[in-house]
């Protein structure tokens, strides 16, 4: 393993790839979440391997996070927390249209940006209606109580 602290790229997700040297290259850190633009992001760390080839590179990503969520059927906030592991391949993109497809980063200059690719992955993980947990009594529907916490007595 080579020492990677010197000679870094600006922003912790962009990782410096040097296919003709070809060592695997590891990079751990927190999650910059401000970057993401996320609501409810709060914290969350990566861990990446790139294992370089001679004109691309498998990438292996693991990430952890926090995020507060609404649950879509008591309307409560929650923290829900992830662990998500993605494979991906890194290519060298000389063109300046390169069509980022699902599972493709493109390297420009040496460098992978992780940004995107690690932004879609939380977004997915949110799924189409979230639960503070998967048996929510949810709310009411006459009086608007919210049935984890209070017995309403409507359905009597
Ligand atoms: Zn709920
Ligand atoms: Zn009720």
């Known amino acids: 393993m080579k020492d990677m602290s ?11 790839i040097d296919f003709a040297d070809g060592m695997p290259i590891e990079k751990k850190g927190n999650l910059p979440v401000e970057e993401f633009h996320i609501k409810g992001l709060k914290k969350g760390e990566f861990h990446v391997k790139l294992s370089p080839g001679r ?25 829900k927390r992830s662990e998500l592991t993605e494979g991906a391949e890194a290519v060298i993109s000389d063109k300046e249209s390169f069509e980022e497809d699902e599972g493709i980063v493109a390297v420009k200059d040496k ?7 690690i932004r879609d992955m939380i977004i997915i993980d949110e799924g189409m209606k979230p639960l503070c947990r998967d048996d929510c009594k949810g709310l009411c529907p006459k009086c608007g109580e919210n049935l984890n916490i209070n017995e309403c007595g409507c359905a009597d």
């Open 55 to 79: 004109k691309s590179a498998e990438i292996l990503l693991k990430i952890s996070f926090e995020r507060e969520l609404t649950c879509s059927r008591c309307l409560e906030g929650f923290i």
């Open 111 to 117: 460098i992978a940006d992780l940004t995107d690719i």
């Open 6 to 16: 010197r000679n870094q790229p600006e922003g912790v997700l962009r990782v410096k």
